[in-house]
């Protein structure tokens, strides 16, 4: 991706307020974790991976909106993942307050993704309860309907 159309995608966050330390924001904007957040890396990668043969079995077995969706879901999760683990580094009050990420914006991250995963239709006892020759069979009539 050139610088052109880089910038064209970024979005600039207002300034104001308290200033956020955890990391999840620069990983949204910048898609940067911080030194201290690195191994939160592994954990997205993973996580996208697993939704990916959750549905799949591979990326080209998806439609351009589920990667798309699982993408977000990955994003969203990298904020949530550096609020949490900022908020395990410190502490979870500021003064007789709740500490502001979680406050402001921790809920309305884990509702997004919640809701993200049920629009891919993710059902953990139903993937868990199929052998392969099952899900082999319900993703070709699954296919079938859709032509």
């Known amino acids: 991706m050139n610088n052109e159309s880089k910038s064209k995608l970024t979005i600039k966050l207002k300034r104001g307020g308290q200033k956020v330390k955890h990391g999840g924001y620069s990983f949204m904007v910048k898609g940067e974790l911080p030194e201290n957040r690195k191994h939160v890396l592994r954990y997205l990668t993973a996580a996208r ?16 909106a589920q990667i798309i969706i699982i993408d977000r879901i990955v994003s ?10 900022y908020i395990r580094e410190n502490t979870v009050m500021t003064g007789a307050r709740l500490s502001p990420s979680l406050r402001e914006s921790y809920l309305a991250y884990n509702n997004s993704i919640r809701l993200d995963l049920q629009a891919l239709g993710i059902d953990k006892r139903q993937t868990e309860s199929m052998n392969l020759e099952q899900y082999v069979e319900m993703k070709d009539k699954e296919k079938e309907k859709g032509t």
């Open 49 to 64: 991976e697993n939704l990916i043969k959750d549905l799949g079995p591979t990326e080209q077995d998806l439609t351009a």
């Open 76 to 85: 969203k999760l990298g904020v949530v993942r550096c609020m949490e683990e």
